[in-house]
């Protein structure tokens, strides 16, 4: 048992931060959780590779996207769990006496594609997450006294799907943005569209986690004012200093997507596409990588494969019928979001009660 010196348990406070994608994940990932005084990390790196590579894989084992990319061929769900677990379990008592220095310490666990709608099963993995919660407290209960949060952080949708059909443009079939729109409208309620329904996405997590500390921020409150957003992520779990919040606030955000309205567009060449598709066959590489090569040669070839999508052809902006279509789908939605967390997201470009608003890229 890890006790203070007066005998009595520490406090263990658990935050998982499930997504989106396109929400700043990034920055928070490098900028602010490895950060943070009394932390553990345990989340993504800016390649989107969990830190620990035990972790790594059964991370992307139990929340990647579909193996081979079919829906019906899932993974046995129970015993990823249990390895994921004891993983975190192991990694928390290894690194408490060097990471903790108070009574008090906190666990970060962060990547997006737990709530990667477009190629995941994310609607199971939001039950994933309460079978991992309810193990570690079963796993823990006797170390510490545990506490948990859930931090989803959305985005107003017509610049989130611009931003990630440009960022995803290399393996996107439809090669305008229109044309992306047009193929997504058909199933609304479905992959990528279907996770951006978020008033249905807050039901779904308040009816699974009743008992589990829930926070839903917009990404835009960390546009306009990033230490309230940072304040309202940490709230009830962790103190941030004075001087970690400055230093939070001038850090720059270094993967930005954008030029004013516009979004730039990604592409990589066919032989790298073809060494993309020979190392996700079968299994996301970021899973198969971190099981079979060793440390130093896997980052080289990461980054490899990272800097493949930096090549640049061109920049692009919604329509403006496109936009009139998505306000329009999800306007009711978001009226609904903006009585259920008390906030008006009207102000902050949202479409609200068909009133569709002219948003950033």
């Known amino acids: 048992m890890i006790e203070n010196p007066a005998g009595k348990m520490k406090e263990l406070k658990f935050i998982i931060h499930c997504g989106y994608g396109k929400t700043a994940t990034t920055w928070l990932q490098t900028e602010v959780f490895p950060n943070i005084a ?6 993504a790196n800016q390649l989107g590779v969990m830190r620990d590579r035990e972790l790594n894989h059964a991370h992307y084992s139990l929340f990647g996207p579909y193996p081979n990319g079919h829906r019906g061929n899932l993974s046995n769900s129970s015993e990823l769990v249990k390895k994921y677990v004891a993983i975190i379990k192991q990694r928390i ?3 408490w006496e ?3 220095r108070g ?12 709530l990667a709608f477009d190629n995941s099963a994310a609607e199971l993995n939001i039950y994933l997450m309460k079978q991992i919660l309810y193990a570690l407290n079963v796993e823990l209960s006797d170390q510490f006294r545990l506490s948990s949060k859930i931090v989803v952080v959305f985005r107003e949708q017509t610049s989130l799907i611009q931003s990630f059909y440009a960022y995803n443009y290399h393996k996107i079939k439809q090669k305008t943005l229109s044309g992306f729109v047009e193929e997504q409208i058909k199933s609304p309620h479905e992959g990528f569209f279907g996770g951006l329904w978020y008033d249905q996405i807050i039901d779904s997590f308040r009816g699974i986690f009743d008992d589990i500390n829930l926070t839903f921020l917009p ?3 960390l546009q306009t004012d990033k230490k309230r957003f940072l304040t309202v992520f940490f709230a009830d779990s962790i103190s941030v200093t004075d001087s970690a919040m400055q230093k939070f606030l001038q850090a720059p955000e270094r993967n ?5 309205d516009a979004n730039i567009l990604r592409d990589i060449s066919v032989f790298n596409k073809l060494i993309n598709l020979l190392v ?4 996301n590489y970021k899973t198969s990588l971190s099981r079979i090569i060793p440390g130093s040669l896997k980052n080289l070839i990461l980054n490899y494969l990272a800097s493949t999508k930096t090549h640049s052809v061109g920049l692009v902006v919604m329509s403006q019928s496109d936009r009139k279509t998505v306000c329009e789908l999800y306007s009711e939605s978001n009226s609904r979001v903006e009585r259920m967390l008390q906030v008006e997201l009207e102000t902050l470009g949202y479409s609200v009660s ?5 948003s950033k890229g």
Not at 256 to 260: A, I, L, M, Q, Y
Not at 280 to 283: L, N, S, V
């Open 38 to 43: 009394d932390t553990i990390y345990l989340g």
């Open 93 to 95: 008592l290894s690194d």
């Open 98 to 100: 060097s990471k903790v």
């Open 103 to 114: 009574d008090t310490g906190l666990v970060i666990i962060s990547n997006e594609t737990i």
């Open 219 to 221: 990404y835009e409150w």
């Open 256 to 260: 930005r997507n954008n030029r004013g």
């Open 280 to 283: 996700e066959r079968g299994h």
């Open 354 to 358: 068909f009133d569709c608003k002219n």
